[in-house]
Nanobody, 128 residues
């Protein structure tokens, strides 16, 4: 059974750092694309970062230079490392993936996501 389990997040003051992690089960990150979404207060979903199967990474302009992605192959866990956090980074952070062999898809807080699985989310709160 394929699934994603998120951990990390928390509360920090502006300028601080946090990490949200996404552990894969039933597949490896060499066969699936990882997508980080965040849902900010008010409900808007923002596509934040991506790691492709070949290891290439895309980071949105809003967090570029502050957020990075790393992979721990020993645990099939991808870490979203967030530094220089701002109050505007406050959001629920979700990881999603598209491992092979899926059908259907979940209805997520960011809408219907065909052929994907999502983690349960991790809250990040940044105070000024």
């Amino acid at each position: 059974q394929v699934q994603l389990v998120e951990s990390g997040g928390g509360s920090v003051q502006a300028g601080g750092s946090l990490t949200v992690s996404c552990q894969a089960s039933g597949f490896t990150w060499d066969e699936a694309q990882l997508k980080w979404w965040r849902q900010v207060p008010g409900g808007e979903c923002q596509y934040t970062a991506q790691r492709r199967e070949d290891g290439s990474i895309w980071i949105s302009d809003s967090v570029k230079g502050r957020f990075t992605i790393s992979l721990d192959r020993s645990t099939d866990t991808v870490h979203l490392q967030m530094t220089q956090l701002k109050p505007g980074d406050t959001a629920m952070y979700y990881c999603g993936a598209d491992p092979p062999g899926l059908s259907g898809g979940p209805v997520t807080p960011c809408g219907y996501r065909p052929l994907e699985i999502w983690g349960q989310g991790a809250q990040v709160t940044v105070s000024s």
